[in-house]
């Protein structure tokens, strides 16, 4: 449940992030709306997953996860386009996120 909870709260970022895109600097009323509840949800959801995982570890999996659907969704939604280094990084990312719930003993408390 633990990771369930820490999931939903990187989805709700993500939308919240995707809503910011969209909302054209709060010009917009259903956008702004969406940014403000999405980032509330996130960051209590955050807050309650801080039960079971370190700060650390949270935040680390939160902000990475976060960064690269934000990139995919960048791609898909609005055609921004990586570079390589970009791609190889985001790479990197996935890759530190696997070894910390593969082989960290301090993934969860």
Same mark, same amino acid.
């Given at each position: 449940m633990p990771y369930f909870i820490l999931a939903i709260a990187i989805? =709700?970022?993500t939308i919240a992030t995707t809503a910011l895109q969209a909302s054209q600097q709060f010009t917009r009323p259903l956008p702004s709306?969406?940014?403000v509840l999405g980032y509330g949800v996130a960051i209590y959801l955050l807050?309650?997953?801080l039960r079971t995982f370190p700060v650390g570890i949270a935040y680390a999996l939160w902000s990475g996860l976060g960064i690269v659907l934000i =990139?995919?969704?960048g791609l898909i939604a609005f055609g921004q386009r990586l570079d390589l280094p970009a791609i190889l990084?985001?790479?990197l990312i996935i890759a530190g996120i696997a070894t910390i719930n593969l082989f960290s003993s301090t =993934?969860?408390?």
């Open positions: 989805l =709700a970022e709306l969406i940014v807050s309650v997953s =990139a995919v969704i990084g985001m790479g =993934a969860t408390h």
